[in-house]
């Protein structure tokens, strides 16, 4: 595969990425809704049903009230706690910096959550630092936002582009395109024909013309501890030799720490 035809599919996620502002909106809302909850947690000193002699208070449910940001109105729900010891400054510290914070998150959003951004954004919105659990907690909920711009803004935007282009096709009434990899924020995900997304549980597969054989080859180095690239180039060079209709010049690209071709 050649680096201009990779091109095409980093540029389609970049657009679908910049105009999915409901998006962003969700991004911020499971953000903003995580934050709150760890800051709870750490002021009642124990989770939701959690049983420990360090607990201070208990929950009493939650209000609900509206962050306005420049991208439109994001409902949250406040947590309260029986004895009025909660109290969150999120609301106001965001209306300080909202340039700043929306930029980081919209940074977040496009190039992937880590636990750095993640605490940096948080201190900066609630003007203090969390526990290490907590900022797991959040990242692991953030990161499930990637799978839905994935199966939503993304997969509708690869169906637009290949019926513009002429690629997609009809079986029985049913419309098909190709079967490609994405990686995106780290992470592999493949498209299959039907427009499914999935993700390999072994963080690496093939797809295309000698895909078996390029699969039998990076099976058999798993474990090799051999470099990436060159597994990778291994399994095209297999494919090549024992494959009709595949052939060189292979490009193999490394994007954001994690290696394609």
């Known amino acids: 595969m050649t680096e201009k035809s990779i091109n095409p599919v980093v540029a389609l996620a970049k657009e679908a990425i910049a105009s999915d502002a409901e998006g962003l909106k969700a991004l911020m809302r499971a953000a903003f809704q995580e934050v709150l909850e760890a800051e709870m947690t750490e002021a009642l000193g124990a989770g939701k049903s959690e049983r420990t002699e360090r607990r201070l208070g ?7 009230r509206d962050l306005i940001t420049r991208i439109g109105k994001i409902e ?8 009025g010891r909660f109290s969150t400054e999120l609301f106001e510290r965001y209306a300080r910096a909202e340039k700043a914070l929306l930029a980081a998150l919209a940074e977040m959003y496009v190039q992937g959550v880590s636990t750095r951004k993640v605490k940096a954004i948080t201190e900066e919105l ?5 526990s290490a659990s907590s900022i797991s907690a959040i990242v692991k909920r953030l990161d499930g936002e990637l799978e839905r711009f994935m199966s939503t803004t993304f997969i509708d935007a690869v169906r637009a582009c290949l019926k513009a282009g002429g690629w997609a096709t009809k079986e029985n009434e049913h419309e098909r395109g190709g079967e490609f990899l994405v990686g ?6 493949i498209i299959e024909g039907d427009y499914q997304v ?4 072994a963080g690496w597969t093939a797809v295309g013309g000698g895909y078996l ?5 990076l099976d058999a180095t798993a474990k090799t501890g051999r470099a990436p690239r060159s597994r990778i180039k291994g399994a095209l060079e297999a494919a090549e030799r024992h ?6 010049p292979f490009a193999i690209v490394t ?3 994690r290696t394609a071709h």
């Not at 949250?76 to 004895?83: E, F, H, N, S």
């Open 243 to 248: 494959t009709a209709g595949v052939r060189g």
């Open 255 to 257: 994007t954001g720490g």
């Open 58 to 64: 208990h929950r009493s449910g939650y209000y609900e």
């Open 126 to 130: 609630v003007g203090h630092s969390f």
């Open 198 to 201: 999935g993700e390999p549980a």
């Open 76 to 83: 949250l729900r406040v947590p309260q706690d029986r004895g």
């Open 213 to 217: 054989v390029a699969l039998g080859h």
């Open 184 to 189: 995106v924020q780290g992470r592999l995900f």
